[in-house]
């Protein structure tokens, strides 16, 4: 990422959308044949150069023409400079530009989001039976796997590739060489279409100065929601690195510190990072939003806004992709913890199938409902097994064993049938 958003770079593109509108002009008889292949093989980048330009005319790509225009003087076909920019406005150069740019980027991203993925994938199998207590709401719910829990993430990532594929199919795929106002003036169609094409891009069908920014609204959108999963792995992961609940954490270097002052600390701090900069995905999103919104042909507003947002919001999921895949790769399990904290629920996850099975025995809803809540409540409370209240709590003059068969009761809360037929139907998938 560093590389692609390199000033080098980004004027190295530059150069390669104005060779391909020369390119097409060549092949469609608007240049000889002597001056394209003057420019293609002497045009130079010389960032210093640029950079002193753009210092005397504040015009970054007036500095950037003039400076490959000396490099075709220095090399001795300085005839053909007055074709370098020849009919073309900067946003003709700058947007076909940033479109090849967003595209590498975006791809990158792609391939990394791979590699996450994988790191879920294979976590989640070798957790599929690693059972554990789900919570809602923070609360105790039903039992689950770890490995299930690690599929939900999984599938997310997934959802995430394939929405970052089809921005790259569907929005980041036009270019617009159309003049300074869109309605070509001075320029060909045909040179944009040809130029487009050796590009590998489209042109858009109507636009002012610039591409509509729409699209680029589109890209940040999803780099975001793809951020936001990530934030969404690292608070779940989170909870459960917590020291009174101690089912995961972080992997350490051998001499890392958690605290200044306290040395027992164990501070997951590359989790606490995801999760903050998922806001800040957030905040380019939301900028690019309001970039879409353009007086009339054109203002540079967006200009300002988009040097920061695309090359960071691309470099900083890049960075959340890899440090993500790093954590579930090391994480540590700790099944037995995972085991004790079900334990702990005092088998009030069961109150469900036990309700149901009142119900299915002829006992109303809501006063089956009634009394498995209150036993519920007693079992937290008194630290006593919900299956052993059933015993001990009659239910309107009868006991739970005159109303439903011990094996019964027992099935009710067999974690391991609870939860088999739903874990083989999820891995199978």
């Known amino acids: 990422m560093q590389t692609l958003w390199s000033e080098e770079n980004r004027?190295?593109?530059?150069?390669?959308?104005?060779?391909?509108?020369l390119e097409a002009r060549f092949k469609l008889r608007e240049l000889p044949r002597e001056g394209f292949e003057a420019i293609r093989y002497h045009a130079r980048i010389n960032v210093a150069r640029i950079n002193e330009l753009d210092n005397l005319y504040r015009h970054d790509m007036i500095a950037f023409i003039e400076s490959v225009q000396e490099s075709l003087e220095t090399a001795g076909v300085g005839k053909w400079k007055n074709e370098f920019h020849k009919k073309l406005t900067s946003y003709n150069v700058e947007d076909p530009a940033m479109v090849l740019l967003l595209r590498s980027a975006t791809n990158a991203i792609i391939f990394v989001l791979h590699g996450l993925h994988s790191a879920l994938r294979d976590k989640a199998v070798e957790h599929r039976n690693t059972i554990m207590?789900?919570?809602t709401h923070g609360q105790y719910a039903e039992p689950t796997s770890f490995g299930h829990l690690l599929m939900v993430f999984e599938f997310g990532i997934k959802r995430s590739i394939e929405r970052l594929h089809n921005v790259v199919r569907d929005e980041l795929n036009q270019g617009n060489i159309s003049g300074a106002v869109g309605v070509y003036g001075e320029l060909d169609p045909k040179v944009e279409a040809k130029a487009l094409e050796i590009l590998e891009l489209r042109p858009a069908q109507a636009e002012t100065q610039i591409l509509q920014r729409d699209r680029h609204a589109a890209l940040l959108s999803a780099i975001a929601i793809a951020g936001g999963t990530i934030e969404q792995i690292a608070r779940t992961f989170w909870?459960?690195?917590r020291s009174d609940v101690c089912e995961l954490r972080e992997p350490r270097a051998p001499e890392q510190r958690g605290s200044s002052a306290m040395a027992h600390k164990r501070n997951p701090i590359l989790t606490e990072r995801l999760m903050g900069m998922a806001r800040l995905l957030r905040g380019y999103a939301h900028a690019a939003m309001e970039n879409i919104a353009t007086p009339e042909c054109r203002d540079i507003s967006q200009s300002s806004v988009e040097r920061h947002i695309f090359p960071d919001a691309t470099s900083l999921l890049d960075y959340m992709v890899r440090k993500m895949t790093e954590l579930v790769e090391g994480l540590v399990v700790f099944s037995h913890c995972m085991l004790e904290n079900l334990e702990n629920s005092q088998g009030v996850w069961a109150s469900q199938r036990v309700r149901n099975a009142l119900m299915d025995a002829g006992i109303p809803y809501s006063e089956a409902y009634q009394y498995v809540q209150q036993l519920s409540f007693e079992a937290e409370k008194d630290r006593m097994h919900l299956k052993t209240l059933l015993t001990l709590r009659p239910l309107n003059g009868r006991y739970v064993t005159d109303i439903l068969p011990s094996e019964?009761?027992?099935?009710?809360?067999?974690?391991?049938?609870?939860?088999q037929k739903g874990i083989e139907h999820i891995f199978s998938q």
């Not at 593109?13 to 509108?21: D, F, G, N, P, Q």
């Not at 019964?408 to 939860?419: G, R």
Request: proline residues 0%; negative net charge.
């Open 11 to 21: 004027y190295k593109t530059w150069l390669k959308v104005e060779l391909a509108v």
């Open 408 to 419: 019964k009761i027992e099935e009710c809360f067999d974690v391991n049938a609870y939860i």
């Open 239 to 241: 909870e459960m690195m």
């Open 133 to 135: 207590i789900a919570r």
